[in-house]
């Protein structure tokens, strides 16, 4: 059972960066055997970094409309990406919820996908999060532990594992 | 009474940046083609200043996720030629092995993801996926194989952090360059299918008539260096770049335009390379870009679907000779100097031709830099192709025309870096 957390974004597109400093946040608080992995800028390489997992969580930056720093959750196994939310404004030619919506069609997608989108404020060009945004990174990080723990105990306890 | 019709496109999907697009016609004639883009190459030469000459490589390939290598590369090659550093062929090779990754990757993607969709009636990937697994999962397999040469000769898939001034921080040894063989001969095969694929589209019969211009090298087909050259004569070094290229800023863009200085409009990439250096790649690349009917030199934009094609055979080939023939440089790097001056540098991204310049004073800290990424440099001949193709084509629906006007742009694989996918399209009459 392998477990992998990707971190996307452009760390010089301001808070799009939020995805990859979550990742470096989750470093080695993670549980033994979860890989954890920074996907800068473009992103269909997701479907590489995701291949041959079990379950994968995705964050990224999301673009809503909500207050910057909200964080959003969505269980890719629940139905298409809403684009509205994950329009990832990093990710060029082709964005997260593509490469979901891709690896969809072609039938590759992991058993489990979870996205966890966190509200950016500023997209522009230039380094560091804005204060609300960075004030996410740590309750998103542990979001994600949470989650992590969740699927350790639903591969300990398989008959009650949902997908 | 005066008919006038606005065909905007607010955000291009499909090109590798962000980008919007307008056309105006007043009583069926164009009256005004724009194509604007929202670019950030100055925000990182601002940010440039004052950092360490070891930083540019790294610093510079952030500005786009598709081509890190191509920024290290120019990089380099600026720095390295301002203080006299030949490096080591081993190098050298290494270096041009790194670039084959990178041409796999971006044109794998550019060609099955983002390009041929428009050939094939479909809005993009995930649509073609449905109908054509089988294709997009080759595309997908060979830039896969573009990931691996990249992450084991760059040390990781995106931006490579092994490069730097004078070679690399570790070289692989030969063993290791191995594992990759047969991938790319995997990959290779997969390409060959590629160009048999694209050569089967469908194309109007185009051609642009602006000026080509593409890096060239005496023995092999330009990537990680040469002589910028044009198919009207021109053939300058990288220094003097500034003395025969212009750039102007234009209200409407954050991206300067260039221009040939006296000669007006030029093309950079896929089309001026194959136009120019055809006769060098190799022999497995010719006889696919024969079998598709490629003749050189080739100007029609469309048909650059084909060329990308071929170059990713040409990559690959490319790719799996190198490995045979390395062999491990003594050192990966070699020692720096540093001394105050101006160093020039190019290379031929998967898009075209991209041109650093630095400044630096004698501890090798930078003053001033300056990039010219190709999208730049092409974004005249677009906009004069797209003027084109709404007069030709101007009979049209303005659904038709403007799927016509985003085709025309994807066709330069324009790289706008950082961007979005929707599209919001107005259409005035008047």
């Given amino acids: 059972m392998t477990h992998v957390v990707i971190g996307v974004g452009n760390a010089y597109r301001r808070d799009d960066g939020v995805g990859l400093a979550v990742a470096a946040r989750l470093g080695a608080r993670v549980p033994a055997g979860v890989e954890v992995v920074g996907c800068e800028l473009e992103p269909s390489r997701l479907l590489d970094a995701w291949q041959g997992a079990d379950a994968a969580l995705v964050v990224d930056a999301a673009r809503s409309g909500a207050e910057p720093g909200t964080l959003h959750r969505f269980d890719a196994g629940a139905g298409p990406v809403p684009a509205s939310v994950f329009r990832s404004s990093s990710t060029h030619a082709f964005g997260v919820g593509e490469a979901v919506e891709l690896a969809r069609a072609l039938g590759t997608l992991p058993g489990r996908l979870v996205l966890y989108g966190i509200e950016g404020g500023e997209f522009v060009a230039g380094e560091g999060l804005t204060a609300a945004v960075e004030a996410a990174v740590e309750p998103a990080a542990r979001a994600v532990l949470e989650e992590l723990e969740q699927l350790r105990r639903e591969q300990e306890e398989p008959c009650t594992s949902e997908r | ?430």
């Fill in chain 2, 1 to 430: 009474m005066a008919e006038r019709r606005v065909i905007t496109t607010d955000y291009l999907a499909r090109v590798e940046g962000e980008g919007a697009m307008t056309v105006r016609l007043e009583n069926g004639r164009v009256e005004h083609v724009e194509l604007r883009i929202f670019e950030p190459p100055r925000f990182f030469e601002a940010l440039l200043r004052g950092r360490s000459y070891a930083e540019a490589p790294d610093i510079t390939a952030r500005i786009c996720g598709i081509c890190p290598v191509a920024y290290q590369t120019s990089a380099v090659n600026a720095l390295e030629s301002l203080w006299g550093i030949d490096v080591p062929e081993p190098i050298r090779l290494l270096r041009r092995l790194l670039y084959c990754g990178e041409w796999i990757e971006s044109h794998a993607l550019h060609v099955y993801m983002l390009h041929a969709p428009d050939f094939l009636g479909y809005d993009g990937a995930i649509e073609l996926a449905r109908d054509a697994p089988e294709a997009v999962e080759r595309g997908l397999a060979l830039k896969k194989t573009g990931n691996l040469v990249m992450s084991l000769v760059g040390g990781r898939e995106i931006h490579p952090i092994n490069v730097r001034v004078g070679g690399f921080y570790r070289a692989p040894g030969r063993r290791e360059l191995r594992a990759l063989v047969e991938p790319l001969e995997r990959a290779r095969e997969a390409a060959l299918e590629t160009v048999r694929w694209t050569a089967g589209f469908d194309f109007p019969e185009r051609s642009v008539e602006c000026e080509l211009v593409a890096l060239s090298q005496p023995g092999e087909y330009a990537i990680e260096r040469g002589r910028i050259r044009s198919d009207a004569g021109l053939d300058i070094s990288a220094g003097e770049y500034d003395e025969h290229f212009e750039e102007e800023h234009v209200e409407r863009s954050t991206a300067l335009h260039s221009r040939l200085r006296e000669r007006g409009t030029y093309l950079c990439g896929p089309l001026a390379r194959f136009s120019l250096n055809h006769d060098l790649l190799s022999p497995l690349a010719r006889s696919a870009a024969a079998e598709a009917g490629l003749e050189a030199p080739c100007r029609d934009p469309f048909r650059s679907i084909v060329v990308r094609s071929v170059e990713l055979v040409y990559a690959c080939d490319e790719a799996l000779r190198l490995i045979d023939a390395y062999e491990e440089p003594e050192l990966p790097a070699v020692a720096i100097e540093p001394a105050a001056g101006t160093g020039f540098g190019v290379s031929e991204a998967p898009r075209g031709l991209l041109y650093h310049r630095y400044r630096v004073d004698g501890e090798g800290t930078i003053l001033d830099a300056k990039i010219v990424p190709p999208t730049s440099q092409n974004q005249r001949a677009i906009e004069d192709d797209l003027l084109d193709v709404v007069a030709r084509y101007v009979h049209l629906g303005d659904d038709e025309l403007r799927g016509l006007c985003e085709q025309t742009i994807r066709n330069y694989d324009p790289c706008i870096s950082c961007a979005t996918h929707f599209l919001k399209l107005e259409v005035e009459r008047r």
